[in-house]
Structure formats: C-alpha cells, structure tokens
T-cell receptor, first 115, second 112 residues
Framework: GAVVSQHPSWVICKSGTSVKIECRSL??????MFWYRQFPKQSLMLMAT?????????EQGVEKDKFLINHASLTLSTLTVTSAHPEDSSFYIC???????????FGPGTRLTVT | DAKTTQPPSMDCAEGRAANLPCNHS???????VYWYRQIHSQGPQYIIH???NNETNEMASLIITEDRKSSTLILPHATLRDTAVYYC?????????????FGAGTQVVVTP
C-alpha cells in the first residue's frame, strides 16, 4: 500500500523559534496533501489543503502566516510552525492523496513540544 | 458535509464481532460514508467506504441502511490490535479537494 512518512517523529523546540515538519509520499505522487493538528484526547482538526505547485488553502481560524505550508513537489510537503509558542504543542499529521483517488494515506504524525 | 453521530466508547471481547454504529441522518445523495481508525499516537488508517451498497474488504464490513441515514462497521473477529478510535465520516464524492472532517469518533477497547 501507499506509504507516507513524516520527519521528525517528535521535536522539542524553544518558544519563539521555528520548526519545520516534512511529509513525504514514498511510492506515489501526491497531488494533494493535507495537514491536521490533534490535541490530546481530541479529534483531528484539518488545518490546510495544498496542491502541488499551488498556495495552500487554510481552514477558517488557522493563521497562514504562522503555519507556512510548501508543497513544492509531488512527493514532499512541509509545514513550518513559525515563532512557536507552548500552545502550538500538538500532534501534527499529514495525509496525501494521489490524483482524484478517494483514499487519503496518512503519515505517522509528528509530536511537537514547545518549551 | 453531513455530520455524523457515534457513541463515545465501546468495549468488545477478543474474538467476537464488533459492531460500530454511526448515524448520518442528514446525508446527501452524493455523499459517501468512510471509516477510518486511529491507534494511539499514530496516523489514521483507512478501513472502508461505501455509497449505498454493503461493502466488505479484508479488514471489515460496512452495512448501510436502505435510507442511508445510518451505517454499521463490523469487525468480524476483533483482536487486541483493533483497539483504537474509529471515525465515521461522510464526504461528497465530487469534492475535488477530498477533505475529511473528523468528528469525535468511538473509542473501541478490545479486551482479552
């Protein structure tokens, strides 16, 4: 089956710094990628959708200048959390879809802790 | 997309069938029913989806009522590894974005 990887699997950063999370589709071309955030004991919340080579579309309430998304190739999307604060600590999960396929393939997630 | 309602939690005995209900009374004719699950601290995993016919794959069966207002995911022989949060999602099939909106899901605990 299709595999999506994320790097790093966990990261600790200091308040005020920026951190980049990578999402890669390993064996298929991801025309669309999605970024989710999940706080403890809560469900996944969609943050943004991106198509390769286009600007990301952010969900209402998600700050696009804080969460920078770059979908530069058909196999790589990055999420950069800028000027991170402790309230940004969360589990960030990406998913990818190939073409108009119905299935989204999810990455294993990245645990971000901001101290 | 239509909202879904699921019980917050369910217990199931190992080896028995687990029947997970989902209500989607406002579902539209062009919306599919999808099921995903999320094992603790992992990304969600696709299970199955359907429009109006019952569906079966190697993981589970999906039973959709004739009026499509509810559905049941059946795990035929639950194992301890099936302990997870199960999400029922309805989505417009023609949505070019393919966005998924996750609800609260059902926490399923399989016990020995």
């Amino acid at each position: 089956g299709a595999v999506v990887s994320q790097h790093p699997s966990w990261v600790i950063c200091k308040s005020g710094t920026s951190v980049k999370i990578e999402c890669r589709s390993l064996d298929f071309q991801a025309t669309t990628m999605f970024w989710y955030r999940q706080f403890p004991k809560q469900s996944l919340m969609l943050m943004a959708t991106s198509n390769e080579g286009s600007k990301a579309t952010y969900e209402q309430g998600v700050e696009k200048d804080k969460f920078l998304i770059n979908h530069a190739s058909l196999t790589l999307s990055t999420l950069t959390v800028t000027s991170a604060h402790p309230e940004d600590s969360s589990f960030y999960i990406c998913s990818a879809r190939e073409g108009a396929g119905y299935e989204q393939y999810f990455g294993p997630g990245t645990r971000l802790t901001v101290t | 997309d239509a909202k879904t309602t699921q019980p917050p939690s369910m217990d199931c005995a190992e080896g028995r069938a687990a029947n997970l209900p989902c209500n989607h009374s406002t579902i539209s004719g062009n919306e599919y029913v999808y099921w995903y699950r999320q094992i603790h601290s992992q990304g969600p995993q696709y299970i199955i989806h359907g429009l109006k016919n019952n569906e079966t794959n190697e993981m589970a069966s999906l039973i959709i009522t004739e009026d499509r207002k509810s559905s049941t995911l059946i795990l035929p022989h639950a194992t301890l590894r099936d302990t997870a949060v199960y999400y029922c999602i309805v989505r417009v099939v023609a949505d070019s974005w393919g966005k998924l909106q996750f609800g609260a899901g059902t926490q399923v605990v399989v016990t020995p």
